[in-house]
Every structure is written in structure tokens, then in C-alpha cells.
């Protein structure tokens, strides 16, 4: 079903989307908390994740759509 698409690809694709659920969950926590400086961290953090989950899923996805 997934052709040429390595297993590898689909584990980072899952490790960028949990790390990326951690960093949303620390930010809204460090928001909660009032640690400004934390949350920034945590929500630049997350942003970057996010963006790495994005390339990740189209770089796999992207894939079979054009098939």
C-alpha cells in the first residue's frame, strides 16, 4: 500500500507529532503558571515542531497523493 515509503519516514513523522503534542501541552502549562520565559521557549519550540510535523507528513503523503 505504501510503495517505496520507508517505515523510517513514518516513525519521525511520529516522533516530530508527539514531541509536538509535549511542547503544546508544556506551553499552555508554563502559560497557566505565569513562567513567561518558559512558555516562550515551549511555544517557539512547538512551532518548530509543528512545522517539522508538517514537512514530514507531506514528504510521506505527498507522495501517494500524486500517485
Known sequence: MLGT????AIR???IFLWTS???LIAAVVFFR????K???????????FVA?????YYSIWGYVWLR
Open 5 to 8: 515509503i520507508d517505515v523510517a
Open 12 to 14: 519521525v513523522f511520529l
Open 21 to 23: 503534542a509535549a511542547a
Open 33 to 36: 503558571l505565569h513562567r513567561r
Open 38 to 48: 518558559a512558555f516562550a521557549i515551549a511555544a517557539y519550540s512547538d512551532v518548530i
Open 52 to 56: 517539522l510535523t508538517a514537512w514530514a
